[in-house]
DNA sequence: TGACACATTC
């Protein structure tokens, strides 16, 4: 119940002179159907409401005895404005209103609660409401048809929205609009260009307005219809068709420039704008970002503070922070932080997540989820960037943990949260995962998304099922240079050289061109399985017939092919004809076939190169201290390791895993943390037994440090693959395959053992290394000996 | 009474 009515509206005689008008109306009308309020309460509302003082409006709405519908409305329309945050206060109000009873909803009513519907993608609401307009009659009014088709058409729900906008007796260009906008939403090129020339046709005959333009330009940026965009600026001109100072189509036609590429445009159109606000300057800012002109987007940044902080807004910030994650620059990206946490936007949910992400990108992953534990709301970008950040600093494991945090907190993934995901079951070569991660996208409808099937493809290759990749290579609605590329690739890591070279020739049959990234997969495929001459011979078409130039990538798997094919000294002479200075990793391709094919001399050679040249990275300190140590040169072995650890490369310990029931089981060398170590220290003895009858002996160039012989042997009898392998023998029935992952390359001597270890236990064993896959079965394996 | 531009995760 309302509190007591004030006296004076019940009882006139009792103060005449205090509120004349008040109490003339109030008597005049009866209570119960045709209330209203105080002219100076209604009065205050609105001020309150126009000053944008939501909350003393409420406080003051609550206040009043017995609101009329014109206070309601007034109430519901001020939340309907402010976006989602306060769209649900909209629904509370209409559902009082509907509680109340006294005041029913009126056609002014329907259209601000149906926008809060629309901010909200409240479908069911928008439902219920449409019942409620039809029984009072107004479902066809123009202003409550138009807010339903809006409605539908936020929330995809076409038929709908059409049937609404064929009942109407009569159409403004607003409704038009609003069909033309929904299906722009969509991206649905076709329907809003039909939709655009139907408005102008026959009995409608009407006219695009500014709002039609502000609607149709970003859908031209999405599709990057740059002529089409030119047209629209040009019709704008002539009609001089523009909102009230220009911002609203200014702001659209540069952000459409930008999108399409033409930042020339863009600017120029940013430069001839009257009036500026916060949304143009984001978009011309966004505008260099998306065009990869980082450096120009802070300084227009820059720009943008010189003028006070009025237009700061958590999209520029979030653009900004864009660049510096891929400017690497953490520099300028904590100096925004600074400037978020200042003006208050670090609440803002957006800016919060690209201050997330830039953080993760940048490789300051604790400092990320620092910031993810203490933000105070979370959403799926939040979770996402969480996700991409662990997968790409390789905690693949932590980033699952996330992910079933996110499925805890109800949180439901999106296509870039798959995305991100995946590529962590390739990188474990969790085949259960991956195949978990299959199910949820097909369950999320995302399974036909070339994006997502990219992903599976890379996934189920290395996860040593090229059949699956294959398949949904097949199937995919759609493929881009990217699906081509990795499924290239696949074929690649196992070895399956021809099967890569003809999907390459397969590619013109669909009208796809390869790209730079074709032929360094197409050519790596051909070095893994020893084809040196079609290697060859891609790596001269790619510069005769496609025109690509080729980059330090593409020497770098050419050094690989010849290197390892044993064409050391072509590799060597290559090397020289290069006509850019071959880095760190070109040298280190040749080094590390040095090392295969047990050439001591170039590969001092060689090494005395990557030595001037500095190495970077953990893997050519490892190769260095290998050779010397394959050569007897212990000293010099231990003097890179000595190096090495001054540099502060941390050598990253050999780990292999094996997934057994969905579950990982990780080793390192000489590891006896597992609880059934007895047991596969014990087998490792009777393989080593076995092995030795058929004539193994231990090849002891492969152990790095100066250890007498038998400790030699014992060093690597306990290398992590050979403790993964044999715990899986153990655990898995005989008809399975072991499928073991090592995040090195697999040793000389594991190489040679488990060809023993195929043929004494009868095992088909799948080794995935750093590079490739080794199928060992019969005493053979795929590689050929050359990996 | 009504529409409408920018942005974060891949």
Same mark, same amino acid.
């Given at each position: 119940?309302?509190?007591?009515?004030?006296?004076?509206?019940?009882?006139?005689?009792?103060?005449?002179?205090?509120?004349?008008?008040?109490?003339?109306?109030?008597?005049?009308?009866?209570?119960?159907?045709?209330?209203?309020?105080?002219?100076?309460?209604?009065?205050?509302?609105?001020?309150?409401?126009?000053?944008?003082?939501?909350?003393?409006?409420?406080?003051?709405?609550?206040?009043?005895?017995?609101?009329?519908?014109?206070?309601?409305?007034?109430?519901?329309?001020?939340?309907?404005?402010?976006?989602?945050?306060?769209?649900?206060?909209?629904?509370?109000?209409?559902?009082?209103?509907?509680?109340?009873?006294?005041?029913?909803?009126?056609?002014?009513?329907?259209?601000?609660?149906?926008?809060?519907?629309?901010?909200?993608?409240?479908?069911?609401?928008?439902?219920?409401?449409?019942?409620?307009?039809?029984?009072?009659?107004?479902?066809?009014?123009?202003?409550?048809?138009?807010?339903?088709?809006? @409605?539908?058409?936020?929330?995809?729900?076409?038929?709908?929205?059409?049937?609404?906008?064929?009942?109407?007796?009569? +159409?403004?260009?607003?409704?038009?609009?609003?069909?033309?906008?929904?299906?722009?939403? !969509?991206?649905?090129?076709?329907?809003?260009?039909?939709?655009?020339?139907?408005?102008?046709?026959?009995?409608?005959?009407?006219?695009?307005?500014?709002?039609?333009?502000?609607?149709?330009?970003?859908?031209?940026?999405?599709?990057?219809?740059?002529?089409?965009?030119? %047209?629209?600026?040009?019709?704008?001109?002539?009609?001089?068709? !523009?909102?009230?100072?220009?911002?609203?189509?200014?702001?659209?036609?540069?952000?459409?420039?930008?999108?399409?590429?033409?930042?020339?445009?863009?600017?120029?159109?940013?430069?001839?704008?009257?009036?500026?606000?916060?949304?143009?300057?984001?978009?011309?800012?966004? /505008?260099?970002?998306?065009?990869?002109?980082?450096?120009?987007?802070?300084?227009?940044?820059?720009?943008?503070?010189?003028?006070?902080?009025?237009?700061?807004?958590?999209?520029?910030?979030?653009?900004? @922070?864009?660049?510096?994650?891929?400017?690497?620059?953490?520099?300028?990206?904590?100096?925004?932080?600074?400037?978020?946490?200042?003006?208050?936007?670090?609440?803002?949910?957006?800016? /919060?997540?690209?201050?997330?992400?830039?953080?993760?990108?940048?490789?300051?992953?604790?400092?990320?989820?620092?910031?993810?534990?203490?933000?105070?709301?979370?959403?799926?970008?939040?979770?996402?960037?969480?996700?991409?950040?662990?997968?790409?600093?390789?905690?693949?494991?932590?980033?699952?943990?996330?992910?079933?945090?996110?499925?805890?907190?109800?949180?439901?993934?999106?296509?870039?949260?798959?995305?991100?995901?995946?590529?962590?079951?390739?990188?474990?070569?969790?085949?259960?995962?991956?195949?978990?991660?299959?199910?949820?996208?097909?369950?999320?409808?995302?399974?036909?998304?070339?994006?997502?099937?990219?992903?599976?493809?890379?996934?189920?290759?290395?996860?040593? +099922?090229?059949?699956? %990749?294959?398949?949904?290579?097949?199937?995919?609605?759609?493929?881009?240079?990217? %699906?081509?590329?990795?499924?290239?690739?696949?074929?690649?890591? !196992?070895?399956?050289?021809? *099967? $890569?070279?003809?999907?390459?020739?397969?590619?013109?049959?669909?009208?796809? *061109?390869?790209?730079?990234?074709?032929?360094?997969?197409?050519?790596?495929?051909?070095?893994? %399985?020893?084809?040196?001459?079609? #290697?060859?011979?891609?790596?001269?078409?790619?510069?005769?017939?496609?025109?690509?130039?080729?980059?330090?990538?593409?020497?770098?798997?050419?050094?690989?092919?010849?290197?390892?094919?044993?064409?050391?000294?072509?590799?060597? =002479?290559?090397?020289?004809?290069?006509?850019?200075?071959?880095?760190?990793?070109?040298?280190?391709?040749?080094?590390?076939?040095? +090392?295969?094919?047990?050439?001591?001399?170039?590969?001092?050679?060689?090494?005395?190169?990557?030595?001037?040249?500095?190495?970077?990275?953990?893997?050519?300190?490892?190769?260095?201290?290998?050779?010397?140590?394959?050569?007897?040169?212990?000293?010099?072995?231990?003097?890179? +390791?000595?190096?090495?650890?001054?540099?502060?490369?941390?050598?990253?310990?050999?780990?292999?895993?094996?997934?057994?029931?969905?579950?990982?089981?990780?080793?390192?060398?000489?590891?006896?943390?597992?609880?059934?170590?007895?047991?596969?220290?014990?087998?490792?003895?009777?393989?080593?037994?076995?092995?030795?009858?058929?004539?193994?002996?231990?090849?002891?160039?492969?152990? @790095?440090?100066?250890?007498?012989?038998?400790?030699? *042997?014992?060093?690597?009898?306990?290398?992590?693959?050979?403790?993964?392998?044999?715990? #899986?023998?153990?655990?898995?029935? *005989?008809?399975?395959?072991?499928?073991?992952?090592?995040?090195?390359?697999?040793?000389?001597?594991?190489?040679?053992?488990?060809?023993?270890?195929?043929?004494?236990?009868?095992?088909?064993?799948?080794?995935?290394? $750093?590079?490739?896959?080794?199928?060992?079965?019969?005493? =053979?394996?795929?590689?050929?000996?050359?990996?």
């Amino acid at each position: 119940m309302r509190p007591r009515l004030p006296a004076t509206r019940l009882n006139p005689a009792a103060a005449p002179r205090r509120a004349p008008t008040a109490r003339l109306l109030s008597t005049a009308a009866p209570p119960s159907d045709a209330r209203h309020l105080q002219p100076q309460q209604q009065q205050q509302l609105e001020q309150l409401i126009a000053r944008g003082d939501l909350s003393r409006a409420r406080h003051l709405f609550d206040e009043i005895p017995d609101p009329d519908a014109r206070a309601y409305n007034a109430l519901i329309r001020a939340y309907s404005w402010r976006g989602p945050a306060h769209a649900a206060g909209a629904l509370a109000l209409y559902a009082a209103m509907l509680r109340d009873g006294r005041s029913p909803p009126n056609k002014y009513t329907f259209p601000f609660v149906l926008k809060a519907c629309s901010a909200l993608l409240d479908l069911r609401a928008g439902r219920a409401i449409h019942r409620h307009a039809a029984r009072a009659g107004l479902h066809a009014d123009l202003f409550v048809s138009t807010a339903l088709i809006d @409605l539908y058409m936020k929330c995809a729900r076409f038929r709908p929205a059409n049937a609404v906008f064929r009942a109407m007796p009569a +159409r403004d260009a607003v409704a038009w609009n609003a069909m033309v906008a929904g299906y722009a939403l !969509h991206g649905m090129y076709g329907h809003a260009l039909e939709c655009l020339l139907r408005m102008q046709e026959g009995r409608a005959c009407l006219r695009p307005n500014a709002s039609t333009l502000v609607a149709l330009l970003p859908l031209l940026a999405q599709q990057s219809a740059l002529r089409q965009g030119k %047209s629209v600026h040009a019709y704008s001109v002539r009609a001089s068709l !523009h909102d009230k100072d220009g911002v609203l189509v200014g702001t659209a036609l540069l952000d459409m420039y930008a999108k399409c590429g033409n930042l020339l445009y863009a600017q120029r159109v940013f430069e001839a704008m009257a009036v500026r606000n916060d949304v143009t300057w984001s978009a011309i800012i966004g /505008g260099f970002v998306v065009c990869g002109r980082m450096l120009e987007a802070f300084i227009l940044f820059k720009d943008m503070l010189a003028q006070g902080l009025g237009f700061l807004s958590p999209t520029s910030v979030a653009s900004s @922070l864009r660049a510096c994650a891929s400017l690497a620059d953490v520099r300028i990206g904590k100096q925004l932080h600074v400037l978020l946490a200042k003006s208050g936007l670090q609440s803002d949910l957006t800016a /919060g997540n690209s201050l997330l992400s830039m953080y993760a990108k940048a490789g300051l992953i604790d400092e990320a989820t620092t910031l993810f534990n203490d933000m105070a709301a979370k959403d799926t970008v939040s979770y996402s960037a969480l996700v991409s950040g662990y997968v790409q600093n390789g905690m693949a494991d932590a980033a699952f943990l996330v992910f079933r945090k996110m499925q805890v907190c109800n949180v439901e993934p999106d296509v870039a949260t798959m995305v991100s995901l995946i590529p962590a079951c390739a990188h474990l070569a969790a085949l259960q995962h991956g195949k978990c991660s299959h199910g949820s996208v097909i369950v999320r409808g995302m399974a036909p998304e070339t994006s997502i099937c990219n992903a599976l493809i890379d996934m189920y290759a290395k996860c040593g +099922r090229i059949a699956f %990749s294959r398949q949904i290579f097949d199937a995919m609605p759609s493929r881009d240079i990217v %699906s081509w590329n990795t499924m290239i690739a696949g074929y690649g890591i !196992h070895g399956l050289g021809k *099967e $890569a070279t003809a999907l390459f020739l397969d590619m013109k049959n669909h009208a796809c *061109e390869p790209d730079g990234v074709t032929f360094i997969c197409l050519i790596s495929a051909c070095s893994h %399985s020893g084809l040196v001459t079609e #290697g060859k011979h891609w790596f001269h078409m790619m510069a005769q017939k496609y025109g690509i130039t080729p980059r330090m990538e593409h020497y770098i798997s050419m050094v690989d092919l010849l290197a390892r094919g044993g064409f050391l000294d072509e590799a060597y =002479q290559f090397i020289q004809s290069m006509p850019m200075k071959a880095d760190v990793r070109v040298w280190g391709a040749l080094l590390a076939a040095c +090392r295969v094919h047990k050439n001591i001399d170039l590969g001092k050679q060689v090494a005395r190169v990557i030595q001037k040249l500095g190495p970077e990275g953990t893997g050519n300190f490892v190769l260095l201290s290998n050779i010397f140590s394959a050569a007897g040169r212990f000293d010099e072995a231990a003097e890179v +390791r000595i190096i090495q650890k001054e540099k502060g490369f941390k050598k990253s310990p050999g780990c292999s895993w094996i997934e057994i029931n969905g579950s990982l089981h990780a080793f390192i060398g000489g590891d006896r943390s597992h609880p059934r170590s007895p047991e596969i220290y014990q087998e490792l003895h009777n393989i080593l037994v076995d092995i030795n009858k058929l004539g193994y002996q231990a090849d002891t160039s492969f152990v @790095l440090q100066d250890l007498e012989e038998e400790e030699k *042997e014992k060093a690597l009898l306990y290398h992590s693959e050979k403790l993964a392998i044999a715990f #899986g023998i153990l655990t898995l029935s *005989e008809d399975k395959d072991i499928f073991v992952t090592k995040n090195l390359r697999v040793c000389g001597d594991c190489h040679t053992v488990i060809k023993y270890m195929s043929l004494v236990r009868r095992r088909d064993i799948i080794v995935r290394d $750093a590079n490739r896959f080794h199928h060992f079965k019969n005493g =053979q394996c795929s590689c050929g000996d050359f990996w």
